[in-house]
């Protein structure tokens, strides 16, 4: 279990008590039997078989369908390597079977790999981009290269996993063959989203972890909540009276209720960074971001870019999207509109588990990742 590996960051300031121990972690964790009790009576995820590739500290990295050949297999289908948010679980990617961009992608022919973050908040309490945007995926990139000779591959992100997996088209270019962002933000400022004009009016990130530490999920999810009640409450309560009538619908929607509660906690260091250096400075948009002494920067991302828009979401609205696609280097760029769907809780997972983006979105992408592959 975390608790049992808790780093105790406030103490360590000297100064103030962890609230975390005593206050968020026991949230976390009744959020966690919830969800033990969504498995129990059979909402659960129903995941696609899968293999490790590899473990390390932070990150597991899955493989999924056959078994791999004895010698590298360079003649089996485009890599597409699968970068999630690193706040909750991984499995959104592979929820049940009807709503599973995993399956979609072994069905179309790809080799599909998928990192997991693991404990994010409490290994590797100093971990921050340079890990999750850099290091981590690049051994990722290199343990897929041993099993299928080296060449580049294929990147897919949501919403800040796509920041990060963006982050690492632009550090390492020879690596990416191509980048697919779902409701990924890229540029920020608070006459962006309802997020970021939120983050405008808080206090330095700093003061939050010198005493929560690390930053706990359902710390995260009431901030969310706070920045707008209407994503993050009212409209999630609608989408699932909208599903009654749609037995499919209904079961997708109590499986993403079920992940809702696999609350996972933030290094310190990476919130910190992602709170100062993207929300509040858009060090990435206005090309002043470093990351291990490296610039990265829209102008240095070379590979073509895929961008799935809700136009009507107000956590990755347009213009967070857009900006970054005038900006970038590559001329080989499209923009894929998602209406929405009903029996997905939060729209803003919707493109990865809603009906009718597994019905009009994901062929195009992966019509798409085949054109670029040849």
Not at 10 to 32: K, M, S
Not at 171 to 185: N, S, T
Not at 311 to 340: E, K, M
Request: net charge neutral.
């Amino acid at each position: 279990m975390d608790d049992d590996v808790t780093d105790d960051f406030a103490t360590r300031q000297g100064f103030y008590p962890n609230l975390d121990t005593w206050l968020f972690e026991p949230i976390d964790r009744f959020r966690r039997d919830l969800g033990l009790w969504f498995d129990l009576t059979g909402f659960g995820r129903e995941e696609t078989p899968f293999r490790t590739v590899m473990s390390a500290p932070g990150l597991t990295l899955r493989r999924y369908g056959p078994e791999p050949e004895p010698e590298p297999e360079p003649e089996a289908g485009p890599v597409l390597l699968i970068v999630p948010a690193p706040i909750k679980r991984a499995y959104i990617w592979d929820l049940v079977p009807w709503a599973s961009v995993v399956r979609r992608g072994l069905e179309s022919g790809l080799s599909v790999y998928l990192v997991c973050w693991e404990r994010p908040g409490r290994i590797g309490q100093s971990f921050g981009l340079a890990d999750y945007a850099d290091r981590l995926i690049l051994d990722s990139v290199r343990a897929i290269g041993k099993e299928r000779g080296n060449g580049p591959v294929f990147l897919a992100g949501h919403s800040l996993g796509g920041t990060l997996a963006t982050f690492f088209a632009a550090l390492h270019p020879e690596c990416v063959k191509g980048l697919i962002l779902l409701g990924a933000p890229l540029h920020f400022g608070r006459d962006v989203g309802l997020i970021d004009r939120w983050i405008a009016t808080a206090p330095p990130a700093q003061y939050l972890t010198a005493v929560v530490a690390p930053v706990a999920g359902s710390l995260l999810s009431g901030c969310s909540f706070l920045a707008d009640p209407l994503t993050f409450g009212w409209r999630r309560l609608l989408n699932g009276f909208r599903s009654l009538g749609d037995p499919q619908a209904q079961r997708t929607y109590l499986a993403v209720e079920r992940w809702a509660c696999d609350e996972m906690s933030m290094a310190p260091a990476l919130f910190e960074e992602i709170v100062e250096w993207l929300y509040r400075e858009d060090r990435f948009m206005r090309g002043n971001l470093s990351i291990n002494g490296h610039k990265v920067a829209p102008r240095l991302v070379e590979a073509p870019v895929l961008s799935a828009v809700d136009p009507n979401c107000r956590i990755v609205p347009p213009q967070a999207v857009l900006p970054f696609h005038r900006a970038v280097r590559s001329r080989d760029t499209t923009v894929l509109w998602y209406g929405g769907d009903v029996g997905v809780s939060l729209q803003h997972v919707g493109m990865l588990v809603g009906q009718e983006a597994h019905r009009s979105l994901w062929p195009k992408v992966m019509s798409w990742v085949h054109a670029r592959a040849r």
